[in-house]
């Protein structure tokens, strides 16, 4: 005779229900997030909102100091007499503005990265926001470092050659708009090439990229770096391009590095 009582009948005889023996956790029911198409959307579009706002924010804060900023990003050329011409009468406004929106962008990075994470986080398995959670200060911090070394090493090698280049026939006299934008595009995609390592250092921990696909396609990588540097520094000379381009291939060789010991540390051969 079969004892066990149909759920029903449990339910007339006044027996508890028991519990399944091994429930599923939140991170692993994909039902457990299910949210539409529009409550993406409505969710995107808060985070975005919070994400303009704290921009909006810093870059009025550095528009108190974009004066400041802009002396501040003539220093390399090493001439106290130098100013930049302005060809336009809007022009001197607009680059004001440029750089206090550089400046309030690069203050704002940590505000803009946690309201992305905000965003994706409920997508993400608990090993999957571990790993991002962890690496959004050292993102960061290497964005610095990266703006760093470029002002402190690359800068002044760049503006040099360039000032001096044929002096006996050019003067360089400097446009606010080329000189300004040479720079601040300089400085901010060298440091976002800065954060590539931990990039691949998080992928392969979670097994998205593998160090020998990287290893076997280092080829792509150099043609990749020579573009890049073409697109960092607007200029034709090979000088400045592999000064920018030596620099992305040694940060794709310590992401090869990195990605292997993540291969390794999550337990999966190379």
Known sequence: MDTQLKPAERARS???????????????????????????????????????????????????????????????VGREDFLLQTLGPTEGVVIYFRVALLAGGILSIPWITWQLWMFIAPGLTRKERRYILLSLPATTLLFLVGVLFAWFLLMPAALNFLQNFQSDIFKADWTADQYVAFV????????????????????????????RALRQNWRLAVVGASLAAAMITPTIDPFNMMLVMGPLLALYALSVLLSTIAYRQSGMAD
Do not use: C
């Open 184 to 211: 601040t595009s300089l400085l901010f995609w060298i440091g976002v090439s800065f954060e590539m390592p931990l990039i691949f250092f998080i992928l392969a921990r979670l097994g998205l990229v593998s160090p």
């Open 14 to 76: 006044g027996q508890p229900k028991t519990a399944p023996a091994n429930p599923p956790e939140p991170d692993d029911n994909p039902e457990a997030y299910v949210m539409g198409f529009f409550d993406h959307l409505a969710e995107l579009r808060n985070r975005l909102i919070k994400a303009f706002l704290g921009l909006a924010v810093t870059t009025g804060v550095s528009l108190l100091f974009a004066n400041r900023i802009l002396e501040y990003l003539i220093s390399p």
